[in-house]
């Protein structure tokens, strides 16, 4: 499974757009980029996923350059209940039974 | 999104005892679920792949004797803590993924407190 790397932590304040930007030089060609989001004492919570360009949600944007050796995910207009950890994950080639690893995670804070 | 529950929230149990943690695909059928296990401050790691009808995998330096996992249905898997022991105490969370999709969803997690 492609390794990746992201910063440890983050600040923003409410009301700004956030970007935070995740490293898998080693990208397989099946690999899916998936991004969630960690609370306190909870389980991770899908944000988005994508394979290439770029993915839209109603919470997030998923940037993925033709490489597909980075991606970015982008908050737009955070409040302070996004305040958590963020993990950006590679991997799940459609159909495999292959479990998750996560990496450190980004810990973004956000505040008033 | 697909729902998996776990349950119990949280546990309080005596060294030398054993736990269970169940985890539930609620609206769809998950042949693989995953648990995981993850101590303060740190990233989850993962400790085994619960197979239904089979025999779960480890990764690791996970002791199978001592974590017992239990996949009997498309729908649920269990974790057996058994004789805990107070560096146990985690959090554990599973997850599961329906067949065929590349999202994975997790459920709210355990909490192990093993005194």
């Known amino acids: 499974l492609a390794k990746t790397t992201q910063p440890i932590s983050m600040d923003s304040y409410e009301g700004q757009e956030v970007n935070i930007t995740c490293s898998h030089n080693?990208?397989?060609?099946?690999?899916?980029i998936t991004w969630y989001q960690q609370f306190p004492s909870q389980g991770p919570r899908f944000i988005i996923q994508?394979?290439?360009t770029k993915v839209t949600n109603e919470v997030a944007s998923l940037f993925i350059p033709a490489d597909r050796k980075s991606s970015t995910l982008s908050l737009p207009r955070v409040s302070l209940s996004d305040t958590a950890v963020y993990y950006c994950l590679v991997g799940y080639s459609g159909g495999g039974a292959d479990g998750l690893t996560f990496g450190k995670g980004t810990h973004l804070i956000i505040q008033p | 999104g697909a729902v998996v529950s776990q349950h119990p929230s949280w546990v309080i149990c005596k060294s030398g005892t054993s736990v269970k943690i169940e985890c539930r695909s609620l609206d769809f059928q998950a042949t693989t679920m995953f648990w995981y296990r993850q101590f303060p401050k740190q990233s989850l790691m993962l400790m085994a792949t619960?197979?239904?009808?089979?025999?779960?995998?480890?990764e690791q330096g996970v002791e199978k004797d001592k974590f017992l996992i239990n996949h009997a249905s498309l729908t649920l898997s269990t974790l057996t803590v058994t004789s805990a022991h107070p560096e146990d105490s985690s959090f554990y969370i599973c997850?599961?993924?329906?067949?065929?999709?590349?999202?994975?969803?997790f459920g709210q997690g355990t909490r192990l407190t093993v005194v």
């Open positions: 994508g394979y290439k």
């Open positions: 080693n990208i397989a060609t099946n690999d899916y």
């Open positions: 997850s599961a993924r329906d067949f065929g999709g590349t999202e994975a969803f």
């Open positions: 619960s197979n239904e009808g089979s025999k779960a995998t480890y």
